[in-house]
């Protein structure tokens, strides 16, 4: 299969329409039976409309016999015996029963475009995309917000099924409608005809370039009220900072000024909208004025039956009248159907990058001894975040790595449990390619703590028990107890069904990192990964933390990213990193002895909590 | 419903879709959302037409128009009639021709007036919803801290977008469409009794069983559209949370499961789909089957009628109604849909209302006192302070703080040192007790005054859009670059700013450059230093940076506090190393409290995790 041309290539929006196309034709028997109902429901329309036609002519002939004569349609005649009365019963019955046949296949085709649009196209689409960005790897929603990515699902897939309900339905049965209007007006005048519809291309693209237009104006003013809403946003968050320096005014013109930006923009949209409208009235309007003064003049000459000609085109030309929305729409629908599909297939099309390599092999448990070999990585082409890196860790042994900001701490350990792939340079696993084991048993065999933890809203045993819905409360409480949640847990309103905010926002900063130390290990991995798990609680709770990390620590291969002392110390060995590459590997003693990274952080530590001040003073 | 749920499984770990916590989501949003429509309220419209009165002379020229429109449909419609009934059927050329022409010359009339009365609507209603917002934010600036601490933002943001949008639907639509719409009823009505008042009744028949049926499926299909937007929320949170919880789901493998969950709450969402779709797609077309329904009953009544021996009814008649029933029904369903409108609308005036009457807590003395100079001593004296009347969360606070010194307000979360700060701030007043300045109460002292004097630094460091160069100096906006410049050298942080791409000229804020959390931090301290407060209050990051870093802010901080009576919220010891006073809090009472050196000394709490921290 040719690879899909690349984003904004010039072959992407034909490339696109094929797919739009293809896609289609996956559901070409719901579409063909949508585009029949539509048919059917204008058959009946015209005859109704011709039920009332005919029934004004046939009440003018009998009124006066002389001046015209009425012909049944289809060489039809009522039975004799037939009077006056049976027979306008008989017109009323073909009006009402077309109706009601019309009002249930209206049901019914209502109910069939939500089956196939919402129901099946956009169910799959949906699922199809989640289950894709749940595989995605970390490069990519690195690069994607968070906005835009809730949009591609909930947004875009509704556009891309436009396509097929708004876009290819809709346009063939416009183009259905308006060939048997057409034919039908023919039928019964030609030249009426053309000059009653003479307006209506004109009044389609009339419609078609207004609406190009105002899109581009919607867009904007949306853009314009977004713009208000941040600004007023910031100023309300930083309310506290506005208030004590006494920046009211400052407050007041940043948002007048957003305000009337929006206001501003508006005027311009109602400008285009008091042509459009009235221009549309008027044009539906001249129509009808066509239809009256030839049509008349064509009554009057007797070229014209009255009821089945004057009054059925008139009752027409507000059916067609009401066709320009539908056309407009699709005019709108096609553009936007087109942005959405490039969102939608970008992401479906996308291979992650992080797969089980052919012929990967299953990892029942781990030892947990790492090695890294002349690994080198980075996030961009351009930059460089590890430079052929090599290091040992023995199964079980506690390792810190620290370093300045930007050193590469993160990046190194965030290759073990393959969250990115190395660039060149290979990470083993108990001797083999982290490449060539399975994704999901190395990841299985990774206990992970992060800065900040997310947690889920869900109770805090779901969370625990989040690498495995299945585990026991049980093993959900043993976790707990050995990350020292468990005490905090049993105090809660709920105990461990309380339910937790949106990111665990009703728990301090320690108890969260303590039911994330519980979450990493309820697995039992054979290697934990603490990034920097103490930094964002402050110096009182970090003790919470660190007492239970000593009991998750032992006799598994540990990892700990940190900036204070008092968690690095605790590492069998210290590796400290400096733009990408090792600078110095030791114990805490053996390092502060030699002069570099980690003994200037020793003594900046140390100078702020006091003793380094004793200290000097001592040598002094 | 039951058939797309969520499986669960053991110990109730459903996982990130779990039912219940959706419905604990839902009834959390209750309150809000419950209250979408509100009753017609004569005294709330009374006070929104009191906004449209900067625009009297549009409003004038809106009701003309609208009464006018209201006139023109009707006839436009009776003129078709007029005209196949009088020049067509008598077969007179030269009257068809002027008829026609009339017709168009009436058309144009009628778009023109069209013209007028659209643009009008859009602009007062934009007006309206221009000057509202304007009027609430002015509103929300003189309100107190405490304010804004019940309220989440959140909250607030829906007030001035989607309540205000609601109150301009209901200036631009409601009540004009209503007018045109009905009056168009009306001159209809008043046609078709002229012509034949007995088919009239006929018509007249049907159209309360038309409203019914309206009222009817527009109930069933609301609540089917609310639960239709609530799957949908339950989605987008769904998706919002996955994405954020990316890295956690991947470390544990858990991309299937989530993705089984995600699909059941899809087809959930569609299943609501499917019921708003069903509920619509039965009531469209009946309403259309009753249009229909007339035309039939106009042929069999109103052709017996024109065959009746005596008094028949002329033809004509017949073809009139023909034109004039569309016109006649069409607004009963705009109608119905006018009348939602306008309840939404009544509901969004009324929060909009709410904000603009809602009082400050507080506010200062008819005669505040503004004294020519501070010298920055600040004091409490058995100070209660609560933001629930009967839940104090400062109970009896008392201390003194000489002018320059640097008081480290320490304590856990919900000890009641923010509270503190806030009320020598002035962003609160106490219950009972004083805050004094100088000696001063500062419920006696004028709050500009007051802000004058007075610097903060918030943790979260707040940066507003704009360079830095601006940040810095937005309290002295007429400061120099070169002053901005020497307070950061000052600072020890010139070279640090510099060497970001741009510079002091690098944008901030939303969208803007990102910058580290200690950048973020030095930038607040310039800002403070250029303020140059008596009174300083530092609420300090609690997250860990890199030692280096770390100790370059800490030289900073003292820096910016030298000469200034300081209040640091403290959670780093090299702080309170250095402060001349440590006072402890726990829960809203002051447990300990000396200089530092006394507190380590006494072996008291403050002590013990001294003793943690720095082992």
Redesign the interface.
Known sequence: MPLPPPLGSPSRPRYLLGRLVRLTLRYRWSCLGLILLNFGLLALGLT?LS??GL??D???A??DPGATVFRFPFGWSPPAGWG??AI??L???L??GS??L???L??L???T???LG??KI??EL??AL??K???MS?RF?DANA?GS??NR??GDTQSVRLFIDGVVVQSLSVVLATGIYLAFLVRIHVGLAFACLAFLPLLWVIVILFARWLRRDYEEGRKK?DS?????????????????????E???RR??DA??A??QQ??GV?RK???L???V??LN??S??VL??YG??L??RGELP?GTG??LF?GIL?QLAAQVNVVSSVADSLQQTLTGADRVYEILEATPEITDRPGAVPLAEARGHVVFEDVSFRFQPQDTVLQKLSLTIPAGERIAIV???GAGKTALIQLI?R?YDPDEGRVTLDGRDLRDWR??DV??Q?G?V?QE??L????V??NI???N?????EA?ERAAKLAAAHEFIEHLPNGY?T?LH??GANL??GQRQRLALA?AIL?DPAILILD?P???????T??EILAAMDQVMAGRTTFIVA????TVRRADRIVVLDRGSIVAVGTHEELAKQPGYYR???L??R?????GNQAKEGAG | MSQSDPPK????????V?R??LE??RRERGDEDARAQAPLSFRLIRRLFGFTRPYRGKMIGLSVTVLARAIQMPL?AWG?GT??NG???R???KA??W??AA??GF??L???T???R??WA??IG??VI?DL??AM??H??GLT?GY?QRQP?GR??SR??GDAENVRVGVQNVLFVSLVQGGQMLGCAILMAIEDWRLFLTVLGMAPAVWLMDRFFRKRLSEAYRQQSDS?SR??AT?????????????????????TH??AL??DH?SY??VA??T???F???L??NG??F??????IG??H??APNDPMP?GS??QF??LA?LFFSPITVLGNMLNEALTAMAGAERVFSVLDTTPDWQDSPMPVTPSELRGQVEMREVVFAYQPDRPVLHGISFRAEAGQCIALVG??GSGKSTVAGLI?K?FVPQSGAVLLDGVDTRDLAS?WL??H???V?Q?N?L??GSILENIR??R?RASREAVEEALRRLDCLEMMEAIPQGLDAEV??GGASL?LGQRQLICFARALI?DPKIL?LDEA??????????RT?RAMRLLMQGRTSFVLA????TL?HADQVIVLEQGRIIERGTPDQLIASGGSFAK?WE????
């Not at chain 1, 900036?563 to 008092?566: D, Q």
């Open positions: 109704a039920g009332v029934a004004i046939y009440l003018r009998e009124l006056s009365s306008l019963w017109f009323g019955g009006i009402f109706a009601a019309r009002a249930v209206s049901h085709a209502a109910v475009t939500n089956r919402q129901g956009v169910v949906r699922s989640y289950a960005m749940q595989r970390f929603f968070t990515l809730i699902v909930t009220v208000l809403v941040l600004t007023f946003e910031e100023l309300i968050r930083g309310m506290g900072v506005v208030t004590s320096f006494g920046l009211q400052w407050a007041e948002f007048l305000n009337a929006v206001r508006k005027q109602f909208l008091t042509i409208f009235p221009l009235s008027l309007q001249l009808m004025a009256l003064g008349g003049w009554a009057i009255l004057l009054i008139a507000q370093g300045p900001t449990p969250f994704l999901d990841r299985r990774v992970l992060f933890s997310f889920f809203s869900a109770s045993a779901a028990a989040f690498g819905p299945e585990a026991g409360r959900v069904d339910l949106e990111n301090s900063g979450r697995l920097d103490t930094a964002a609680v402050d110096p009182g970090e003790h900036h204070r002392l008092s200037d952080a020793v900046a530590e100078g702020q909590s006091g003793e | 499984k053991g110990p109730k770990v459903a996982g990130i779990d219940e916590i604990g989501i436009l078709a005209i196949i020049p067509i059927a077969g007179d050329h068809l021709a008829s026609v017709f168009v058309a144009l009628t778009e023109l069209f013209r007028y659209i643009k859009l602009e934009e007006s221009h917002r304007a934010f002015r929300w600036l801290m804004f933002v607030l943001i001035l977008t949908y989605i987008t998706m919002a949370e996955s994405v954020t919880g990316i890295r956690v789901t991947q470390s544990f493998s858990r991309e299937g499961v989530n993705a995600f699909r899809v087809e569609a789909n499917m779709a069903r619509s797609g039965t469209l077309p009946l259309e089957l229909q329904l035309l039939a009953l106009l042929v069999v052709g017996s024109v065959l033809i017949l073809i023909f034109f569309g856990a979360t701030a962003f500009p802000h004058q007075l610097g903060i918030p979260q707040y507003f859009a937005l309290v906006p804020g939303a580290s303020a209050i609690t997250s860990a940076i890199d030692p280096l870093t770390e100790e800490q959670h780093r010891l090299s190393r995790q943690l921290a720095s082992r």
